[in-house]
């Protein structure tokens, strides 16, 4: 049995505000320690489950954040940014039996801790065939193309509430829960390391390769906090403005629907000025 972590940081234990996952601040050096203890709980669950083999694949910011040299010698890392699928990047070769979603979070524009979708700021809403859409969701769809369950979900409780939408049999876990978009009680890491670990062992029972979901097509809605983000987005083939700040695109299958998500995302960013966004 192979497992794919997928490993997002702000959904991690004692992670509430920006500097905590800011590469190379002094609260970002802190938080990777609990970062990596969420994701290594996670680790030593599913070998606890009779997993083979654990492929986590760094999915926050630089995807340079975990230590290597803290998590389970039987575990492997992908580190590093321009993977084909980012977030999920490893499902696609056939040999996943199921994935985690370790350290996620709510979506742009809605109540949650650092709650965005992909990028921190500019965009203020992702709508996925009509739905509101969490980083979550998105990643669930390109995955079930895979035939590949999402068999566990750790992050704060709205985050836990969100999963319960896109992968209600999964294992979830609460490592804080919501005060503010800034704001939130926290576990202790030796507490959610339990309980990460003991969901993790529990979720291997859901693993299983199944016939890929043929979901298809896929509309996206993209609304920006600015209108020339909106403009700039159109440069990507396919992607048409439906309002002031409001861009979409359709695509046969997710694969293809996330790749292009991540043009649109690599292009709005580059038109970001610091100041006036």
Partial sequence: MKI???????GATGVTWPADVLPGTPQWERCRG?????????????FDGGADDVLINEAHWTMRNLLLERLDERAQMLTGKHKSLSMVEGVQHGDVDGIAFVGYHTGAGTPGVLAHT???NSITGVWLN????SEGLLNA???AEYGVPVVLVTGDDLTCVDAEGYAPAARKVAVKDHVSRYAA??????RTAGDIRAAAKEACALAGRAAPVDGGPFTVEIEFDAEHLADAATVVPGVQRTGERRVSYSEVT???GIRTFKAVTTIASSAVEEQYG
């Fill in 118 to 120: 992909y990028l921190a």
């Fill in 130 to 133: 009509g739905a509101r859409a």
């Fill in 4 to 10: 794919l972590i997928s490993a997002d940081m702000e």
């Fill in 254 to 256: 997710m694969y293809q």
């Fill in 185 to 190: 009680v926290c576990r202790t890491p030796a």
């Fill in 34 to 46: 609990m970062f990596t203890s969420d994701v290594n709980a996670a680790v030593l669950g599913f």
């Fill in 141 to 143: 769809h390109v995955v």
